[in-house]
């Protein structure tokens, strides 16, 4: 059973258009991450939560923003798309920060801008 | 520089043939390592963790060198299944984030 799941796996949205990525776990990891990636890329992270402590990456852009209502579920916000913003954003999570614990991700969701 | 460096590739890889590559990182204070497999277009999945002591999973040989701060993986015996894009995680120590690598991209033929 999947333990990070992420919906949809599939989002076409308008330019300007608010969209909304969900990503939920049943892992109990303190940790989520959101990742953005790009055809040929490296998943750039955006943001991630430490248990309820947020923490924004400086080149994050401010149309990003996520919430974190409980443990479980952590959600992605795109306040205005453009057609740059098109990628694959992927969900991740892990126990906690410390050496040695790795990140298990969601199958992403694979984002569209006309 | 890059946190995180990878040759892009591709490495073309006969079936059965060994294959090997590398991943630099820049930051001497990073904590620990992680070799990820990620199929087009899909996530990445965990394909081993790498220990100071270097380890073995299968076919698969991870070592670490931190001196020369860079991290490598081995596969032995190549099969189909292994052509992927091969992504160097390493946990920094700020704040334990993941950092990650472009990737790797290895083609196994018959």
């Known amino acids: 059973d999947a333990m990070v799941i992420q919906n949809p796996r599939y989002q076409v949205t308008q330019f300007g258009k608010p969209v909304t990525l969900s990503c939920s776990q049943t892992l109990n990891h303190n940790v989520m991450y959101w990742y953005q990636q790009k055809s040929s890329q490296a998943p750039k992270l955006l943001f991630h ?22 443990t479980s579920f952590c959600f992605l916000d795109i306040r205005s798309p453009g057609l740059g913003d098109a990628a694959m954003y992927l969900c991740a999570t892990s126990r906690d920060r410390g050496p040695g614990t790795e990140a ?6 694979r984002l569209t801008v006309v | 520089r890059k946190e995180v460096e990878q040759d892009p590739g591709p490495f073309n890889v006969p079936e059965g043939a060994t294959v090997a590559f590398n991943c630099t990182y820049s930051n001497s204070a990073s904590q620990s390592f992680f070799w990820y497999r990620q199929d087009c277009r ?9 220990y100071s002591s270097g380890n073995e999973d299968g076919r698969f040989t991870a070592q670490l060198n931190r001196a020369s701060q860079y991290i490598s993986l081995l596969i032995r015996d190549s099969k189909l299944s292994d052509s992927a894009t ?3 995680v390493v946990r920094g120590p700020a704040e334990g984030k993941l950092q990650f690598g472009a990737g790797t991209q290895v083609v196994v033929t018959p």
């Open chain 1, 104 to 109: 298990f991700f969601g199958q992403g969701t």
């Open chain 1, 49 to 70: 939560y430490y248990d309820k402590d947020f923490n924004n990456e400086a080149d994050t852009p401010d149309n990003f923003q996520s919430r974190r209502p409980n």
């Open chain 2, 42 to 50: 899909k996530e990445p999945k965990l394909l081993m963790s790498v």
């Open chain 2, 86 to 88: 091969y992504l160097c």
